[in-house]
């Protein structure tokens, strides 16, 4: 049961363009939702994160989009650079009572010099 | 900036015998979790942690596996009789509350023979 999709395994970009990773998920009570990088031989990082009460989240060159009637929640990254080159993962959970989040199956992102 | 230290960093045991994995959360956190990611795929809940007890916990949580907070500062995953399938990354995190971003640590390797 896949609450929470990444249905883009790999994504390649340019330096300096803009790498947008897409997330969807199924369960209509999830309501706060992260963006998470992971280098290899390390733990996911924290990057950003949205509540259902907004749409758009923005820190400095990362901004979330969220569209809660489609279900889908997307990463801008701008302009990318090869240090963003990394898994990253998408995560979801409800704030009322459930303390656990939910993981996407995660997107690599390569960015090229 | 406080981090969460994850011990030992490898695991190697054989199958049927018992395995702790050790973790030091931030200080200051209440909440506290463990997840797993076998190779090539996604990063799962395992349980979450307040208050001394667990809150909520997985499927793939059973018998076999026990948490503890010992001494305040240590936080530990036990798995009591390992088998083959439990070969993954354990990844323990803690977060200020319920519903803030989680802080991974690196992760513990362990592999059963």
């Known amino acids: 049961d896949q609450q929470v999709k990444q249905n883009s395994p790999s994504l390649s970009v340019q330096e300096g363009r803009i790498s947008i990773l897409n997330c969807d998920y199924t369960?209509?009570?999830?309501?706060?939702f992260l963006w998470y990088k992971k280098y290899p031989a390390e733990g996911p990082t924290f990057l950003i994160s949205?509540?259902?009460?907004?749409d758009k989240n923005e820190d400095g060159r990362f901004t979330v989009f969220l569209n809660k009637s489609a279900k889908h929640l997307s990463l801008h990254i701008v302009p990318s650079q090869p240090g963003d080159s990394a898994v990253y993962f998408c995560?979801?959970?409800?704030?009322?009572?459930?303390?656990?989040?939910?993981f996407g199956t995660g997107t690599r992102l390569k960015v090229l010099a | 900036e406080p981090e969460v230290t994850q011990t030992p960093s490898h695991q190697v045991t054989q199958m049927g015998q018992e395995v702790i994995l050790r973790c030091v959360p931030i200080?200051?956190?209440?909440?506290f979790y463990w997840y797993r990611q076998i190779l090539g795929q996604k990063v799962e809940f395992l349980v979450s942690?307040?208050?001394?007890?667990?809150?909520?916990k997985s499927e793939i949580f059973d018998d076999q596996f026990s948490v503890e907070r010992p001494d305040g500062s240590n936080f530990t995953l036990k798995i009591r009789s390992t088998k083959l399938e439990d070969s993954a990354m354990y990844f323990c995190?803690?977060?200020?509350?319920?519903?803030?971003?989680?802080?991974f640590g690196n992760g513990t390797r362990l592999t059963v023979t």
């Open positions: 995190a803690s977060s200020l509350t319920g519903n803030s971003p989680l802080h």
């Open positions: 949205i509540s259902s009460i907004k």
């Open positions: 369960n209509s009570m999830f309501d706060y």
């Open positions: 942690f307040y208050n001394n007890e667990i809150s909520e």
């Open positions: 200080s200051n956190h209440l909440y």
């Open positions: 995560a979801a959970s409800e704030v009322s009572g459930t303390y656990k989040y939910i």
